[in-house]
């Protein structure tokens, strides 16, 4: 769950340490620099001994060094100051997925499918250049300048800009518009600062479009600020339903209750999860769930039922430590077994896909573990969120040559080679939605540029896996032309999980949930 996950920060506290602790550690380290063998990094060694001293507690402990501290705190906070570039490496090509709205990129035209090629005078296509490379060079100090060369497809020469870094705010929304007339989907990628804001303004703008149904996409989110999933779920409950109540050794029982202010309190909700919604948004599927406020549908969730708050230590890293679990309305504790150790409870929900679980409709859960809801439905604990409707992953594409062609990542590299036949002439973007077809044309080129990777063109291809590689490359140029929301709108059209969504929030099976 990376650096995402749910935490409190509290200041830090006074407390006296274990002087012979620590008098032990300074003299092991005091002898490795003095006596080992070779010379030892002991600052590196320290570092890696404190992670695996806290993943000893339990997985989401965890120590931030001072070289992540910041790129941690940006991810979450909803800022940082750079030039404002949403960036792809392909093929060794630094090519810009689009430039942040309002941000300094974007004020001095550069767009997408601009492949940057040099950064204060420094050739950086064709070298190996990695992702932190590339945010070190081009992130700095508010008011800072960076100069940079791009290769704009169609232009001759290269384009010279002089960037201003400024604030670039990080969107956690990555797409919400009305699918029906009265049904709106959102899709969350992470729980940050922002994301109440994002989600409450597009949320308000789609009601008032018409919007009296909602999905709520949170698949693949890995969480975030337990506050934020709070405010979310208060805007889909009634005032005074239980949102979530944590508790620890050294932390009082903390209930949290959803209040007045809620815009959304009425109308069908589906929340849509899989093995990749951990924290925050099991806080908000659970709380939908045990509120009988709505239906959660896809696979089980991560199971990540642990809060953490996070001190700043003396040279500016920082420690995020456990210190009290969440439980849904039902008295749900989420978190999974961490028994037999990290390396196996990051790899858990890989094992499902072994143990047959993401590809069956149903998921065995022990009866001493069943809870109920407002209403009086069994729902279960012991790890994760199980979903009232389970849509295993279809296993039918399998030897249709499908995966064979998206994994190989030619798809999204193609894709950005007609998006640059377009882009002088693209038509707006309903249009392109509406009425784009993949043509025979651009199948034939496609075909080439496997043929020049040395990839083949699979034998075996049934219609249904032809109609999805179609919907995703019509995807992939649509977010290369105007972004993730155009990407979200076509590739949902053939989206199994979403789909089922939809036939939930139909009134003949969303009002059973009052029957």
């Known amino acids: 769950m990376g650096g995402k996950l749910e935490f409190n920060e509290r200041p830090i506290p006074g407390f006296s340490s274990n002087p012979k602790q620590a008098q032990k550690i300074n003299q092991l380290i005091n002898y490795i620099n003095r006596d080992y063998v070779e010379e030892v990094n002991t600052d590196s060694l320290l570092d890696e001994t404190i ?21 941690v705190e940006e991810s979450m906070q909803g800022n940082f100051e750079g030039i404002g570039v949403e960036f792809n490496i392909l093929k060794d090509t630094l090519i810009v997925v689009s430039a942040i709205a309002g941000g300094p990129s974007e004020m001095l035209g550069i767009q997408s499918g601009d492949r940057i090629v040099e950064v204060e005078g420094e050739s950086i296509a064709g070298v190996g250049i990695t992702n932190d490379e590339v945010i070190q060079m081009l992130r700095g100090e508010k008011g800072s300048k960076v100069s940079i060369k791009i290769f704009r497809p169609g232009d001759r020469g290269l384009l010279d800009f002089k960037i201003t870094r400024n604030e670039i705010p990080i969107h956690s929304l990555d797409a919400a518009y009305l699918i029906d007339t009265n049904i709106a989907y959102i899709k969350l990628n992470r729980f940050a600062e922002t994301t109440y804001d994002e989600f409450h303004d597009a949320l308000k703008d789609l009601k008032a479009q018409g919007a009296e149904k909602l999905v709520l996409d949170l698949r693949g989110n890995p969480g975030g ?71 959660i549908a896809g696979r089980r969730s991560f199971g990540k039922g642990l809060v953490q708050e996070q001190w700043e230590l003396s040279d500016g890293s920082a420690v995020r430590l456990t210190v009290a679990r969440y439980y849904t309305p039902s008295g749900r504790c989420i978190q999974k077994s961490y028994e037999n150790g990290y390396d196996e409870y990051m790899m858990e929900s890989y094992h499902r896909f072994e143990s047959g679980e993401l590809t069956s409709d149903t998921t065995v859960i022990a009866d001493s573990l069943t809870y109920y809801t407002k209403g009086g439905r069994t729902v279960y604990g012991g790890g994760g969120i199980l979903p009232d409707y389970t849509i295993p992953i279809d296993t039918s594409l399998a030897g249709t040559g499908y995966y064979q062609i998206v994994n190989r990542g030619e798809l999204t590299v193609y894709a950005l080679n007609e998006a640059d036949r377009l882009r002088k002439n693209k038509p707006d973007q309903e249009s392109f939605i509406a009425s784009f077809e993949i043509t025979a044309e651009m199948w034939s080129r496609f075909k080439a540029h496997l043929n020049e990777q ?24 649509a977010r290369q032309l105007y972004g993730d929301e ?15 969504g939809l036939e939930i929030v139909e009134e003949s099976i969303a009002d059973s949930i009052d029957e």
């Open 51 to 71: 992670n695996e001293f806290l993943h000893k507690l339990d997985p989401h402990s965890s120590y931030i060094s001072t070289a992540q501290i910041q790129s």
């Open 225 to 295: 600020y337990l506050h934020v999933a709070n405010a979310i779920a208060d805007d889909l409950l009634s005032d005074g339903e239980l949102i979530v109540f944590t508790e620890g050794r050294n932390r009082e029982k903390k209930y949290t209750y959803a209040t007045e202010k809620g815009i959304f309190e009425e109308g069908q909700v589906v929340v849509l999860i899989d093995e990749g919604s951990a924290s925050a948004s099991e806080i908000i599927a659970g709380a939908i769930q045990d509120n009988d406020r709505g239906w």
């Open 454 to 477: 040395e990839v083949d063109w699979p034998n075996q291809m049934d219609s249904n896996a032809m109609a999805l590689i179609e919907n995703r490359l019509k995807s992939l140029i």
């Open 486 to 500: 155009a990407f979200y709108r076509i590739y949902n059209q053939r989206d199994e999980v979403l789909n089922k």
